[in-house]
């Protein structure tokens, strides 16, 4: 079983949709956790760190499940700059991220 | 006002060459980090550095040698190149190793190995 699992995608979804991702992570003991925005070609850019209680920052919206072990990611209101691959980070201890595979987001017209 | 700067974007080298990729970062960070993301865009972390101590070396390669002056850099000398060795090489920087804060990643540089 990997580290940190995510569906690949691609979700094509039309602008105004809402949209949720998952990530589930096999170490129980893991400390933090992440979600990162990667375009094409670029570096991954820190989207929302992901709290135990659940935080919002404008249309997007991380949870932690600690017994399911698992993170999500809610995006309401998709535009079509949301098109981009979005990565799960899950810090293993002395910030060692463990990253998914990044699950690919399409926003269509 | 690059935050995580590294050099260069773009390498291109022939197999069995030695070449370096050099970081710095201007955001008063302890830790620093070198991550891989090959062609299926898996990003997998090589080597964390904090205030210039090794504190994870992953089973990397030891063609790879990590090299850190001061905090504010961290450089990636890779011997005897190799075809899997092309990839896009991130450098990444945190605070610390210990608390949970994000990592901030460099824009990457992108190895081809011909």
């Known amino acids: 079983r990997k580290e940190v699992e995510q569906d690949p995608g691609p979700f094509n979804v039309p602008e105004g949709a809402t949209v949720a991702f998952n990530c589930t992570y096999s170490?129980?003991?893991?400390?933090?956790f992440f979600w990162y925005r990667q375009d094409c070609r670029k570096e991954p850019k820190l989207l929302m760190s992901?709290?135990?209680s659940g935080n919002e920052d404008g249309r997007f919206t991380a949870q932690l499940n600690r017994a399911s072990q698992y993170i999500s990611l809610l995006i309401r209101d998709s535009k079509l700059s949301d098109s981009a691959t979005y990565l799960c980070?899950?810090?293993?201890?002395?910030?060692?991220?463990?990253f998914g595979t990044g699950t690919r987001l399409l926003v269509s017209p | 006002d690059t935050a995580v700067s590294q050099t260069p974007k773009y390498l291109v080298t022939q197999m069995g060459n030695d070449k370096s990729i050099k970081c710095e970062q201007n955001?008063?960070?302890?830790?620093m980090y070198w991550y891989k993301q090959d062609s299926k865009k898996f990003l997998k972390i090589m080597f964390s550095?904090?205030?210039?101590?090794?504190?994870i070396n992953e089973t990397v390669p030891n063609r790879f040698s990590p090299k850190s002056p001061d905090k504010a850099h961290l450089n990636l000398h890779i011997n005897s190149l190799e075809l899997g060795d092309s990839a896009v090489y991130f450098c990444?920087?945190?605070?610390?190793?210990?608390?949970?804060?994000?990592?901030?990643f460099g824009d990457g540089t992108r190895l081809s190995i011909l």
């Open positions: 990444a920087s945190s605070p610390d190793h210990s608390s949970n804060q994000p990592q901030h």
């Open positions: 170490n129980s003991a893991s400390q933090s």
């Open positions: 992901v709290y135990s």
């Open positions: 980070a899950v810090n293993t201890g002395f910030q060692k991220l463990v």
């Open positions: 955001l008063g960070h302890d830790t």
């Open positions: 550095y904090n205030n210039k101590e090794l504190i």
